[in-house]
């Protein structure tokens, strides 16, 4: 362990500030892949302008050459510094914001039924795209264990694991208190439920790999060219961007949670949600078996969550959960609140170093579920993944490049779904941290 360092405990009262350091304030998954910086020259002309790097752009950019189109993503900075690498690299199926039965309720049977199995579908393709391209991201199937935090919990999630295996065929097993030893090395929880075909992987690694992908098939991706005005016209789009402008036929907003002032009909209906991260310094193997002994995906049941891993590779774990919202990004108590919560549930975790701390930008929706389609002047969009992006943001970009493309299999469960707007979207910013805050005292008050 670390002797000169931001240990746990001192994270989770706040710290001093002799062991600032050791702390990075940056995402740990840039060690392995830093963002590349490297500027290219600006195509007049494209087939497809695709705004916004991350997994949802270069999905589509990937689908889109594979096709023989031309093809142009810009990034306003460098391409990958935003939320795709900075999550937790935990990879669902998608079925994770609403239990069946009130989704059911929210969309009927068959529109249910019809989300339900296009969530599967997104972690089969990401299975296969990784596989198809030869991505090496560390890929792996771990399953996910989710923890229930009260004994009520443990009983709604087993009845919701039934209606997930019966509408969508998705495999699951109960584990009672008693057996929760086997999955986790901590007493906090009542159970849970695992999901053993959920994934994880290197979100930087795989980032970096999309990227070499569309650059090897001839797409140009520029950094440090954001766009600023997309114009219409009678020949397709005008792009204006701080380096300059080109034109394309079509274009892809692909921004999530940094869409901002590029569009009216985006501001309206995404909530920017901060979202922050921590890991450890690398961990003696036998700590880490006690820990994760099946080094799964990890969540729990709360209404402001925490979720966490280990990163087999590096002997390492990775903790995340909402950002700390008193606190700037680059002060260590910005992520106190991620370091108690891992102290609660790991206490021997307590004299072992964080060595990263970091937090990015996730897009929610006010229905909370994803969205894709085209903006009444003809701009195509796929964003709003309320914090499972992962599989949601690859699929979605490979769906609306299929359906700029005007090819049938871009269909999707959600192409028919309103993407709603507020009355008072302006103050949904404001509003993010009382309504967590909120969330917070009712998920310690049992209430």
């Known amino acids: 362990m670390s002797t000169e360092s931001w240990t746990v405990s001192a994270l989770a009262r706040g710290g001093s500030q002799t062991s600032l350091q050791t702390l990075k304030f940056s995402p740990y998954w840039w ?29 589509a950019a990937l689908t889109l050459l594979r096709r ?11 391409p990958g510094f935003g939320a795709s690498t900075r999550n937790g690299g935990q990879v669902g199926s998608g079925n994770q914001k609403f239990r069946v039965k009130r ?3 929210l969309h009927g049977e068959a529109k249910a039924v019809a989300m339900l199995k296009d969530g599967v579908a997104m972690l089969d393709y990401l299975k296969e795209l990784v596989t198809r391209e030869g991505i090496e991201c560390r890929f792996q ?15 709604a999630m087993a009845r919701d694991m039934e209606d997930l295996r019966r509408y969508a065929g998705v495999d699951s097993f109960a584990v009672p208190r008693a057996e929760q030893h086997k999955e986790i090395g901590s007493n906090r929880f009542f159970g849970g439920s695992v999901l053993p075909g959920d994934c994880g992987l290197h979100p930087g690694l795989y980032h970096q790999g999309l990227l070499h992908r569309v650059e090897a098939a001839g797409g140009v991706v520029l950094g440090q060219t954001g766009a600023e005005v997309v114009e219409p016209g009678t020949a397709g789009f005008t792009i204006h961007t701080a380096r300059g402008k080109l034109v394309a036929r079509n274009v892809i907003v692909a921004t999530n949670g940094y869409t901002k002032h590029l569009n009216g009909y985006f501001d309206k209906r995404i909530v920017p949600v901060g979202s922050a991260l921590i890991a450890t310094e690398t961990l003696p193997q036998a700590l880490l078996d006690e820990l994760v002994p099946k080094r799964r995906m990890y969540g729990n049941t709360n209404r402001v969550f925490f979720y966490f891993r280990a990163v087999p590779e590096d002997n390492a774990i990775v903790w995340g959960g909402r950002t700390g919202h008193l606190a700037a990004a680059d002060s260590p108590r910005a992520y106190a609140h991620l370091a108690r919560d891992m102290l609660q549930t790991f206490p021997q975790l307590a004299p072992y170093a964080i060595t990263h701390g970091w937090s990015g930008q996730i897009g929610y929706t006010f229905d909370e579920l994803p969205h894709l389609g085209t903006t ?3 701009i195509h969009y796929a964003m709003g993944y309320c914090g499972t992006g992962v599989s949601r943001s690859t699929w979605f970009g490979h769906k609306i490049a299929l359906q700029v493309l005007g090819d049938k299999e871009g269909h999707t469960a959600f192409d028919d779904i309103a993407f709603p707007s507020h009355a008072f979207h302006a103050f949904a910013p404001v509003m993010v941290p009382v309504v967590e805050t909120w969330y917070r ?4 008050a049992n209430i």
């Open 31 to 59: 060690e392995a892949a830093p963002p590349q910086a490297g500027l290219k020259p600006l195509p007049a002309r494209v087939d497809v302008a695709i705004i916004g790097g991350g997994f949802t752009g270069l999905s």
């Open 441 to 444: 005292i009712r998920d310690t």
């Open 103 to 105: 989704l059911i309720e």
């Open 376 to 378: 009444p002047s003809g």
């Open 68 to 78: 023989g189109r031309r093809v142009a993503v810009l990034e306003r900075g460098v």
């Open 141 to 155: 199937q771990s399953g996910r264990f989710r923890a229930a935090m009260r004994p009520e919990h443990y009983e």
